[in-house]
Each structure stands twice: as C-alpha cells, then as structure tokens.
C-alpha cells in the first residue's frame, strides 16, 4: 500500500473509532440523565425506578433527622406541591429551610428517596439580585 | 468617587472603540502610526481601568457603604484582608477584575510584539478591545460596580463566610488570569489567520500566552481543588460541577496545544488544528466566564450565546476554510513510531476529554433543545468516560519520552521499554501481594504510574550519563546541565511526572476512601478504615467580633475528637460549626446573631499515607438551647444579646445533645496537591528561556557544515 | 471634593489623549527602522511584509537547530540506532542549510 493510501486508511479508522466514541457517549448520556423537575411535576410525572433531579425550596417546618438519614420536604419556588424525602449523605453548608436546594431522588413505591451524596444548596447571598432598596449610577 | 469610578468606565468604553478603529485603519490602510495609535490604546485602557479598580478597592477598605458591592458583600466586622479580595466576590466586581486583567495583559502582549507581526498584531489589538469593550459594556449598562445608594446603609451585609478563606480569595485573581491570557493566544491567532500570515513566528509569540493561560488556569483549578476539599464540609475535591467544568476544558485544550505546537515547529504540520486549538481555548476560557456568572447575568449569557456565540464561531469557520491553503502542512509524519505520532495521540486523547467534559456540562441546554426536557447528567456518567481516558493519557506520557523524534528505531524503543514495563508489572503485583483491594481501574492507574515513573527515571539517568559521557561532569553537575540545556524535554518530563503522582492520589483516595457519617454523644466513638474517632468533649467558643481564623463567626460549636491507631494516639481533630450573624432581625435579637449562614469549620490531619477529615453538625435545634435564644430574644436588647450566647455556649459544654459527624479517611490525598505543584514547577522549568550560550555552539557547527559543503 | 474629582478626571482624560494620539501626531516616530526607505505607502507594505518573512525564517531557524540538538539527545539517551541518528542528522542539517540559504537570499536582496 502506498504511503498516500496508508494515511487514508489511519484517517478513516481514526474518524471511525472517535464517531463510535461519540455515539456511545451521546447515547448513554440521554439514558443515564435525570430530568429537571419542579415538585409539582415531580408528582405528575414521576415513575417508580428512575432517578428524577428535583428542584425547589426546603419547606418551612419539614426538617427532621431520623437515625443516620435527613427527612425534609422540597416545594414549589411559588407555592403549591410538596414533596416529602428521605435523604442520606453529606449536606452542604448553606441547607437549611427557605433555601433553594437540587436533590436528584428516585421514587420507590410511594415514596421518594434522595440519592446519597447529590444534595445540593444554592448559595444564596452570591450573586443575588439587587436588594429593594433605591438604586442609582452615580 | 463612584463617580471617578464610573467615568473611567466610560472612558474605557471611548477607548476600546477608538482603539479598534484606529488598529482596523491602520491593518487596512498600511499606515503604521494608526496602528501605533490602536496599540497604545490598549495602554491607555490598562491604565484607566486600574485606576477604575483602585477607585473600588480604597471604597472597599475604606467600608464606603455608599457603593453598592460595598455594601452588598462587606462590612465593619469583615477583616481587612477579606475586605480586599471582597472586591470580586460580587458579579460587578469579578467584571472588572476581568477587563482589568485582560487590559494588562493586553498591554503585556502587544509591548512584546510591537516590533514585529504588525498586521496580526493590529487585528489582535481589534479583537482583544472587542472582547474588553463588551464586558465595560455589560459593567455600563447592566452590572455597575459603582452603583450607589443614598443615604448610605450604617453597616454592610458582610462578606459570604463561605468566601472566608484564604485560598477562596486567590483563587479568582488566578483563574481570570488564566482566562484572561488565554485569549490573548486566540485573537492572535485570529489575527494570524485575517492577515495570512500563519507561520512560524505568531506560533512562538503566542507559545508564551498560551503557556502563561495554562499555569494560572493549572493553579486556579488547583486552588479550587484544594479549597473544596479542606474548607468546604463536603470532604471531596472534585465533584465534576458546571463550575469545576468550566475551567477545566480551557485548560485541557491549552495542554493539547501545547503539544502540538512542538509539531508544527518541528514539521509544519497541523496548522489548522493548532489554529483551532488556540481559537477552541480562548473560546472555552469566555464561555467559562460566562458559566461562573449567575443571576443576572443569565439572560445576558443567553443572549450572549445565541446572539454573538453563534455568529462568533461561525466567523471562526469561514476563516479557517477560507485560508485553507496556507494551512496546509508542509510533511506529514514519517513514521507511526516517532515522538510526533504519540503527541497527536494525547492531542486526540485531551480533545476527546474535553469534549466529553463539554457535553457533560452543557447536557442541560442540550437536552432542553433536543428533547424539550432539561435533564442532567451526574459524576458517575463523568466518571465513566474521563477515567479510561485519563489512564490512555498517563500511558502516552510514558511511552513518549521512550520513543525518538521523527523516526525511532523500533529495536531501540523496544529494549526502552523493557524498564518501564517491567515497572508497571512490579508495581501491580507489590500492590496486589499487600492486599490492596481489587479495584481494577485504581489498580491500572497504579500500574500506569509505576510504568511513567520508571520510563521518565530512565530518561533522567540515561541523560546524565549521557551528559557525564560528554562533559565529564560528577552526576548532580551533570543532571543540573542536561535540565538546563533541554529545559523543554526535562520541564517537560517533570510536568508529566507530577502528573502520574497526582493520579495516583486521585486513584487512591477516590477507590480506597472510607466514610462515615454518623451520631456521636460525647465518649461515643466510631471505627473508620482502622482508626478509631473518639468523641472526648464538646468545644465552644463565643466571639463578639473576629474568631481565631478571622472569619467573623460570632459562636462556634464543636468537639474535640481524638484519632487513634491500634491503640496509640494518632491525632487530636476539632471540627466545628460556625454561626454567623444574619442582617434580618425576624429572628429575634439573639437569634439574629446565629440566624446568619452556619459554616462548617472541618478539622483535618494530613499524613504522606492518609487524611483524616471530621466535620460536625451540632444540633443547634436542640430544645434545651433553643429555649435560651427565645428567652433572651424576650429579655434581652440587642446590645446586650451577646450575653445570651454565653449562656448557650456554656449549657452546649455542661450538656452537649448529641451531634452528627462526619469522618473520612482518604489514602494519598496530600499526593493530589504534592503532584500538582510539581506539574507546576516542571512547567516553570519548560518555560524557562534558554542560557544563550548553548545557541552559539550550535551556529558555529551549522556554518561550519556548510563551510565544508562548498568545499 | 467633586472638584477633585473632576480635575482628576480631566487629566485622566488628557493623558490618555496624549498617549493614544502620539503616533499621530508624530509620523517621523520610532516605528520606522528603515532609513533609506521611501515615504510611500506601498513601500512601506513591502518593507513590513519583508520583515515578517525574515522574522519567520530566524524563528525557523532556530527551530531546525533546536531539533538538531533534540535528535542528538535521542540518540545519547539510546533512543535511536547509530545508522538512524546518521540519517536523521543529515536531513536535518540539510534542512537548516536551506533556511540560512534563503536567509542569505534575502540579505542580498
């Protein structure tokens, strides 16, 4: 085979191998991802065995721990549903009640259980919007 | 002053747009004053803009409460040195920080090449005063760091105590250096392409841009590293967050370029994928930028990205295509076995990374576009495709130095791999002889670090006999001589040395780690991988205004824990909660001095063979101290409030509730950060210019071969 | 105070005229190494095109004898057989005596 021929053929191994590659990943990607979901589509839409990434607030007054697990409740940024969970795993810093928070959980039965490790608190003060007090450039 | 402040701003703004036009006039029309002009523009953008972040830094120290960010993210009780750095911990500021950074280094780029690359100089002088110009625009017109309140607040909202930590604060100044100087490489690049001029020299004036962009960014993501690890109560140092992302993919292609820069100076290949690298990395580096900022920066960054990013990437692709002809390359690879053919591997290999990172990362808006539904995707999905990679990459960096240049021969660089291989074999069946747990992906990291390390062991050792064989040098002098002559191979060497042992931290501690999280009464104690963690007594401290490690907690909760082995006394750890005052005042006039964000303070001993790390979250809920805040919330005025902490500070010592802990033994993880700052002194090595003399030497043999051709 | 503050700014604002407008006002500036080089605009280009070209082929050079060393290295270190490291060597020298050949073209010229 000549040299021009040989480079043709790396070429198209080379491509080949990197769009199985790229396949593989795109593919499991989609699998392997949990939708975002507020609280009120979490309980519309939830299916016992998938792992769903749940976004909201910590309910006021739903913070418990039990033994070696945290129970709260996550509701809707604007009212509505609540979703009570039983969480194991390290929680960050900034958890507590009123604050947003990102847990990915998984509906056994009826219940719904927080992944080990994947809370997730916004910090809250970082880079908020501006307070309601009066504003001017100067 | 926020007047000063905010006119400079628009001064800034003036002159980034007199800039571009003058160095677009002066490319265009041949006349070398307007680019002058254009040029010293950029100087004079430097030059405003510090006095822009002066203005703001003396409002920050001074507690000037009429600026906005002062207001917003500092305070009276904030110490000084976190009052300082507390200048870009807001949105407005880190804008600032930005553009100055990118107006210094600007300034930097375009005084080293003023004499030469004119017209690549001119358009890069045109791009970088686009890219400064846009982000002054954004400070003018929507993220004003010299916005003001009047009357002024008494008293600010105090830095975030998350932020109070020393590594926190410099780990902004690095990284948006890093970014900053990675886009100095891509509007030369840029430049090189709009001026076709693509050849050898906008290679080596970027090569230092570039290699500067991948130190700061090295350091950042180190120090980011480093910071969630020791200060956050999480306990882990990577946790492949949006974030952590951003700034790793610059930093991967930087890397990439790096290496394959050294091909088109050597062959004159790849033309294209260095111009694409240069331009990818710089790209990577603003979307990073944009990644970190939230809030209202998000419609921006929206906006941004479909309006501009598309457009911007676009333009990127007709360039490239349409100077295709000088982007061929003048060889090709001789030889599938040469030095030249493993670094287009690790080239594929850290694209590969990147774009796995990449997808990982902007999963969400992916998604949302293809699906309709946002979802994302977590570390085990990041983890499932960067560690096989990440092993393939330690391989290549042992097979590379082992291999010669141009074409090998193959006897040679099989009786070269002899070593190495042997290396890798030993080490696996040391380890599994020890009993070291099966995990077959820590297990492989291990053996491909034991082969780097003998491969790169080999390098030095027969380089100093080289070297000895020559010069006749007694070995150290020697081994000094050949690092300093080949500052490039043996820097580079070092690098990728730092590399295979901060790997083998990473593999150690994620695969061996034990945990354990857990409720202690005081005496209680719990047995983690071998070390038993007592529980002996509860710590409480009460500070009216700076605690020990200045971070402005007013009460802090904690235990003294004592770590033994077997029987002896290992290490004594005291982790502890930190409380801090909230600026609301619904939580009565004690609760508010504890309502404030609590922090975790972790208490850690670190060791050459293992971490030990606690965290403790004391159950403040507990009835018997809640019952105190509310009673002095009814009695007691809020001068006075601080009395009522004592009081509870006190009951927490004489009858502790309880309390939830934290306990992680990690394996090797001081080796993590021991690796890194070898990666960053073999990267000072490599970078290092090289001693003149060793130039002239290599002049007079050249003339000489061709004295003797002509004869 | 607002005085000040003003004054600063006026002469912030002169001093980045002063600065930004120099080449202008100034043509006969130290950009132009050339001395006996007409004022045109197209000879201009030409010297400026001609000094990119040398500066690439100094860069080139320095490159050629930078591999030069590299593959000596190689072989020192046993990386290459004798035969090869000849081969290699001789290429390689080959090549820097074309870039000092077009180097010495373009001193004549």
Redesign the interface.
Known sequence: MN?ARK?KVRLVV?LSA?VA??TA??Y???N?????LTPSQLVRQAQPGRTY?LTGKVAAGSVH?N??ALDFSVEDRVGGTTVPLVY???????F?EGREVIV?VEKQGSRYIGER??LITK?????????A?????? | ????????LL?ALL?CV??IG?SLYGVR??????T??GR??V??LA??LT?AFAVLEVAFLRNDFVF?TVA?TSSRSTPTFYRAAAVW???EGSLLLWAWLLSLWSSLALFLTRR????IASYATAILLGFGGFFIALMVFYA?P?????PA?AEG?GL?P??RFPTMMIHPPMLYSGYTLATIPLAFGMGALLSR?V???W??AVRRFAFAAWLFLGVGILLGARWSYSE????GYWGWDAVENASLMPWLTGTAFLHSLMLQ??RGMLKVWNVSLVLATGTLAIMGTFLV????LNSIHAFGGATLGVPFVTLIGVLIVSRRDMLRSEH??DSLLSRESIFLANN?VLV?LC??IF??TY??LI?AAV?G??????P??FD??TVPLALLLVLLSGLGP????????L???R??LLMPVAGALLTLVVLLLAGVPGRPYALAMFSCAGFVLTSLGQ?FV??TR?RR??AGEPAPQALLALVRR?RR?YGGYVVHLGMAVLFIGVAASSSFKHAS???LAPGQSARVGGYEMKYERPTATVTPQFDREHTGSTMALGAEVNVSKDGHHVATLRPSQGYYASGESSAGTVGSLIAG????HISMSGGVTRDLWSAI?P?IGAPVLQRIVSTGNKTLPSEDALVALLYLAREYLKHPPPA?F?FIVSPLVMWIWIGGLIVLGGGLIAIWPAPST??RR??AR?RA??GL?RA | M?IL?AV??VV??L??AY??????RA?Q?E??HDPDQGRS?AS??EA?DE??EL??LL??R??K???????E?????????SD?YKA?DA?L?AE??EI?DQLEALDRS
């Not at chain 1, 194991?88 to 900034?94: F, I, K, N, R, Y």
């Not at chain 1, 910090?123 to 501006?130: L, V």
């Open positions: 040299p480079r080379a990197a590659l790229a990943l795109i499991t990607s989609f392997a991802s949990s939708p975002a990434t721990r033994g070696g194991t795993g390290s929680v960050p810093d900034p507590r990915t490790d994947s910090c809250p003060s970082k880079f908020k919007t501006a307070p007090h009066q504003k001017q450039n100067a | 002053m926020a007047g000063l402040g905010f006119a400079c001064m002159v007199y800039g003058a029309s041949g006349r070398a004053e307007f002058a002009s010293r523009s100087y004079a030059g405003v006095v906005n917003d911990s807001s949105q030469r690359m004119r017209d004003n010299f916005a003001t309140t009047h607040p909202a975030d998350l932020l001029r050849d050898a020299d290679l080596k956050l109560g999480w306990g100076e050597k900022r939230s809030g209202v090709r690879l594929v590969g774009f796995v997808w990982g999963f969400p998604s699906t539904q946002e979802s994302s995707v977590g085990p999905w499932r495709y082992v291999i010669a240049w141009r074409r090998a021969t006897a040679n660089a009786r070269n390098e027969r380089g080289a064989a020559m080949n191979r999280e857990l409720s964000q609590a922090v975790s979250q159950d939830q934290h060793v130039r290599v002049l050249s071969a061709r051709a | 607002d503050i600063c700014l912030l604002a001093a980045v600065v930004v407008s120099a080449p202008l043509p500036d950009e132009q605009r201009e280009k400026a000094k990119a500066d690439s860069t080139a320095e490159n004898y930078k591999e030069i060393r590299d593959a290295l190689d072989f020192r270190t046993g990386k290459l057989s090869d290699i290429e020298r820097a005596l000092l």
